[in-house]
């Protein structure tokens, strides 16, 4: 999997330079794209924004819930807040897991998307408790490049 979502990356980062005025409309939104390596499956993208120490060690907790979002622009203000918080760079990592797993998580209830509760116009997606051990067996997560926020 590690593979596919280098080329999908590649695919969204291309064109992408970090200032708003170069992200074109559809580059914003990982899920709009459908890899499928084999010729059997697509995958949802998935962006958890934090600094980017943490990015390049990340890894799901046990029985945590796991906020993150298919926004740029969402990914990039959660990362912001904890830079805030918790000083460091901005980052994030990106979760790909196959369309089917995010569908069967969706149905048990432990995936969901809502808007962002002090910025509803926003939406943000939450891992709940149980789809983050799916997530062990199911998913490629990668930190984006350094710097990918930064002007």
């Given amino acids: ?3 596919v979502l280098g080329a999908v990356l590649s695919l969204v980062l291309a064109g992408c330079a970090s ?5 074109r409309p559809e580059e914003l939104r990982f899920g709009a794209y459908e890899v499928d390596p ?5 995958f949802e ?3 958890h924004g934090t600094t980017h120490a943490k990015a390049v060690e990340f890894e799901p907790k046990k029985g945590a819930r796991l906020f993150t979002t298919t ?4 990914a990039r203000l959660f990362s912001q807040r904890t830079v805030g918080r918790e000083g460091g760079r901005v980052g ?5 897991i196959p369309r089917e797993i995010a569908v069967q998580l969706r149905e048990r209830g432990v995936l969901k998307t809502q808007p962002v509760p002090d910025m509803p116009q926003m939406l943000e997606t939450i891992f709940e408790p149980g789809a983050v051990e799916v997530l062990k067996d199911h998913a490629a997560i990668r930190p984006l ?6 002007p």
């Fill in 45 to 47: 993208f998935f962006i």
């Fill in 1 to 3: 999997m590690g593979r």
């Fill in 145 to 150: 490049p350094e710097g990918f926020f930064e």
């Fill in 38 to 42: 084999d010729g059997s499956q697509p």
């Fill in 19 to 23: 200032s708003d005025e170069n992200i």
């Fill in 92 to 96: 994030a990592a990106v979760i790909a």
């Fill in 71 to 74: 926004d740029i622009h969402v």
